[in-house]
């Protein structure tokens, strides 16, 4: 059973940053993919960042990048998520997910994640 701990989010001005985070354990296959989904209200879950923790690939919501970064600590099999240059569009709830790669790809879908954070809201205002 794999267990997932956020931590981070809050309200920031348009411009800031905040830091989100996420440690998983163990570290199984199950947490080969490890990453950031978003959901606002009235809107369907979104994928943000998503990094492979084996091999090391990263991608990224064509809407955050260059201004998000996903941030990897292999012995603490934690995920970090900068996000730089905060938009109002960013509001949501941020949820990390994890599950298991295939083919040494992570999965595109919220539906195929298997195990999942409780979530942390971010409130970015204008």
């Known amino acids: 059973q794999v267990q997932v701990m956020e931590s981070g989010g809050g309200s920031v001005q348009a411009g800031g940053s905040l830091r989100l985070t996420c440690a998983a354990s163990?570290?199984?296959?199950?947490?080969?993919?490890m990453g950031w989904f978003r959901q606002a209200p009235g809107k369907s879950r979104e994928r943000v960042a998503m990094k492979h923790t084996f091999n090391g690939a990263d991608t990224y919501a064509d809407s955050v990048k260059g201004r998000f970064t996903i941030l990897l600590d292999i012995p603490k099999n934690t995920v970090y998520l900068q996000m730089n240059g905060l938009k109002p569009e960013d509001t949501a709830t941020y949820f990390c997910a994890t599950t298991g790669s295939t083919g040494g790809r992570c999965p595109d879908a919220a539906s195929d994640y298997l195990n999942w954070g409780q979530g942390t809201q971010v409130t970015v205002s204008s």
């Open positions: 163990p570290r199984t296959h199950a947490t080969s993919c």
